[in-house]
């Protein structure tokens, strides 16, 4: 046992050494594959290595964490430093769809794509202000731990188990779907076999040692996706401009980028987007604001998915892990700035690529076509001439087939997948494909990271709040980590049956995570702190009233926006440029995938701007007509805003 | 060090507490949601020799920098509350 713990004081000491190695080993890995490719290993190999390698180092991570301490399980023993738990947190949070989608989002929504940087950020202002530090103080293992401390037992903590669950299930099931993706694109595996392989790598990753196994390991994810993401568009960068800033530089991509759409639209190869007309496919100008969503939709998701970051239990309990109080507030600083270095580089990806398709695509003639647009044509992720862009001979010949088509590619013509924008920015800028291959290992890590925190989060949920404090209180350490073990493999292997039936949802839904979490925890996580008075039945109440809005408001709008015109008064959504109603309302409406009635023409992505409200307003009127919480519950909670002294709620 | 359990002591590093968290919050919706309801009027100004529209710069990257330099600002600023009190962890 003393020889345990001063080794591990030794590895704490170390670990900017540690990691400093390591991220020399991965860059001399990725030297050392180009010289593989160039001395004519072919592409395939070098993606299984790329792959099959950075697991290996992740799971071999996860092997060496594991333990048999409950507190070491549950919360890494709080002995994370804050500048490496912000580095975790950054590869916690940024998941498969911060990685390859958001670059894409930029792309096609041009300014409005920034509600999601500016929502996927600014959230950690309230983390740090409102909300984490006092959590860490208080000591908890889990986030419904500290909910049923707060108010009055075990139905608090089972509404905040659902809140967890509900949010966090559809989002680790995306992440399994990701990696699956991923796996299938560059190495060609089958689908539903890729997102079993995916499984491994994350169980092998968090099973022996929880916590503080995903901690050694997202560090180590960290790295390899911040390289992954910088390095082909730093490449690019220097290609156009001279400069190895992207973030700097694509202001002038931008400026070029408005300048041809001026000429695309003069020469015929675009239709402008006004608020007369705005056909499918016509020119939304990059940096017009409000094009895609309304200004309500646009603030709406900027606030949402602030709020919602604020509320996920899988990012708070990364806070739960730290030495101390003033380090938890730190450790929020460093997990933005981590976070940060990737968010201010995706739209440099956007523009790069926009100018690239706006300038070597739109307006080329169709026989003339660039060669890597092929690959992803074959892959389904491009279409020219409503048709996926499989080969030369194909598309012009559907060109073709359209009355009075010019002969040259117009913007109308051009249908672009969003995944496609950071996957095959290498082959853009005719990087060697080992590039390539490093993509993919980074895209690999996001998902891998994110899945790893919140099946991770789950589990707990499960087996600390449900089965040791409400099932077995009595049960000992080791019966309580196989049960932890045993939950963790079976959500996850639910998670990855779910993601490998393909559910159409399943992008959609993890947005609805964000208001779900904020209309379920938010309201009673800053009551709970900040509000003395805050009783038990307002808490409950508010709770049920602000997750039960927002969810219905969800499963209405999507599945039954029928029943939402007939008896809840819903109306039409319109077209945030033309105001024209995207459905008429007197006639039957099927359920669709794109939202067409609503509230306030309330986007349902941002449900929580309706339940969180409520929620709050309902803890406040019934807190005030219930009797104040006792002397005692109101002394904890002076002790949870004093950073000084032990946790609050001494766990086992 | 100043009577720390004092409820006097208690309720002023309370009060401090909450107007740093205020400001916070107000900084917050300044660069969250105030300014970018001025995108059209900003993106009238180019940022030189860079190239930006002032408005797009704001939402790419400006008010990123922002949370990210209000965080660790915030982080010396409680520390700061804290230590005053008597209530910093040693």
Redesign the interface.
């Known amino acids: 046992m003393a020889t345990q713990s001063s080794g591990d004081s030794d590895f704490i000491n170390n670990l900017g050494k540690v990691y400093g190695y390591y991220a020399g080993g991965f860059l001399a890995f990725v030297v050392l594959l180009g010289l593989l490719e160039m001395v004519g290993v072919p592409n395939k190999v070098l993606g299984y290595l790329f792959v099959f390698f950075t697991i290996a180092v992740y799971a071999i991570i996860g092997v060496l964490s594991r333990t048999a301490q409950v507190s070491e399980y549950y919360v890494a023993g709080r002995r994370v430093p804050a500048f490496y738990n912000g580095m975790a947190t950054g590869a916690d949070w940024m998941s498969a769809a911060s990685f390859v989608g958001m670059a894409g989002t930029l792309f096609l929504l041009g300014y409005d794509g920034l509600a999601w940087v500016l929502g996927w950020t600014g959230g950690y202002v309230l983390v740090s202000v409102l909300v984490g530090p006092y959590l860490r103080k208080f000591g908890a293992y889990t986030v419904p731990d500290f909910l049923a401390f707060r108010f009055g037992g075990n139905f608090a903590r089972f509404l905040g188990v659902i809140v967890l669950v509900a949010c966090s299930f559809t989002y680790v099931t995306a992440q399994i779907f990701g990696t699956g993706i991923i796996a299938s694109r560059f190495l060609g595996m089958q689908f539903e076999v890729a997102v079993f392989v995916g499984l491994l790598g994350i169980l092998l990753c968090s099973m022996l040692g929880g916590m503080r196994a995903v901690t050694w390991t997202q560090i180590a994810q960290y790295i390899v996706l911040i390289v992954a993401y910088l390095v082909p568009i730093i490449i690019l960068s220097t290609q156009h401009y001279g400069i190895p800033i992207p973030q700097l530089t694509y202001g002038n991509a931008i400026a070029e980028i408005a300048a041809r759409e001026q000429q695309m639209v003069k020469d015929g190869l675009a239709v402008l987007c006004t608020a007369q007309a705005c056909p499918a496919g016509s020119l939304k100008p990059h940096i017009q604001p409000f094009m895609n969503y309304s200004t309500l939709n646009f603030f709406g998701i900027i606030f949402c998915m602030m709020v919602g970051t604020a509320s996920l239990p899988h990012i708070l309990m990364r806070y739960f892990t730290t030495p101390s109080v003033r380090e938890a507030r730190q450790s929020v600083a460093w997990s933005l700035f981590f976070i940060f270095l990737l968010y201010f580089s995706a739209p440099a990806y956007a523009a790069f690529s926009k100018l690239e398709v706006y300038t070597n695509i739109i307006g080329r003639d169709v026989a003339n076509l660039r060669p890597w647009l092929f690959e992803w044509g074959n892959l389904g992720l491009i279409q020219i001439c409503g048709k996926n862009a499989t080969t030369l001979a194909d598309i012009a010949a559907a060109c073709k087939a359209i009355a009075g088509h010019p002969g040259v590619v117009r913007l109308q013509d051009f249908v672009i997948n969003t995944d496609v924008i950071v996957l095959s920015t290498p082959e853009i800028a005719g990087l060697p494909y080992v590039i390539s291959g490093l993509v993919a290992a980074g895209g690999l890590a996001a998902a891998l990271s994110t899945a790893d925190g919140l099946l991770l989060a789950i589990a707990n949920a499960l087996s600390h709040d449900i089965y040791y404090k409400m099932v077995d209180p009595n049960a000992s350490t080791v019966r309580r980590l196989t049960v932890a073990r045993a939950l963790l493999l079976v959500v996850a292997v639910a998670a990855a049956a779910t993601a490998s039936t393909r559910p159409s949802d399943i992008l959609a839904m993890v947005g609805w995570a964000f208001s779900l979490a904020m209309a379920g925890n938010f309201p009673a996580l800053v009551m709970g702190i900040w509000w003395k008075r805050a009783t038990t039945t307002g808490a409950i109440a508010g709770i049920i009233a602000g997750f039960g809005l927002c969810l219905f408001y969800l499963i209405t709008t999507r599945y039954f926006p029928q029943a939402g015109v007939d008896y809840f008064g819903m109306t039409a959504m319109t077209n945030p440029v033309t105001g024209a109603p995207l459905v008429d309302i007197a006639k039957p409406i099927a359920a669709t995938a794109a939202q067409r009635v609503g509230w306030f023409g309330l986007n349902n992505i941002n449900c929580g701007l309706l339940g969180m409200p409520l929620g709050f307003l309902v803890i406040y009127v019934v807190s005030l007509m219930t009797a104040a919480p006792s002397k005692e519950m109101q002394a904890y909670v002076d002790e949870i805003r004093k950073p000084r002294g032990g946790t609050v709620l001494q766990e086992k | 060090m100043a009577p ?1 359990d004092s409820k006097a002591n ?1 309720e002023a ?2 009060a401090a ?1 909450t107007r ?2 205020w400001t ?2 107000g900084i ?1 919706v300044f ?3 105030i300014i ?1 309801m001025f ?2 009027q900003l ?1 009238a100004i180019k ?1 030189p020799i ?4 002032l ?3 704001m ?3 400006g ?3 922002a ?2 330099v ?3 600002v ?2 010396r600023k ?2 700061k509350i ?1 230590r005053d009190h ?4 040693d």
């Not at chain 2, 860079?50 to 529209?53: A, C, D």
């Open positions: 720390t208690e590093h309370w507490t740093l968290m916070m919050l917050w660069f969250g949601y970018h995108v059209n993106n940022i860079l190239g930006f529209p408005g797009f710069y939402g790419a990257q008010s990123l920098i949370f990210v209000m965080l660790f915030f982080a409680q520390d804290d008597g209530y910093a962890e």
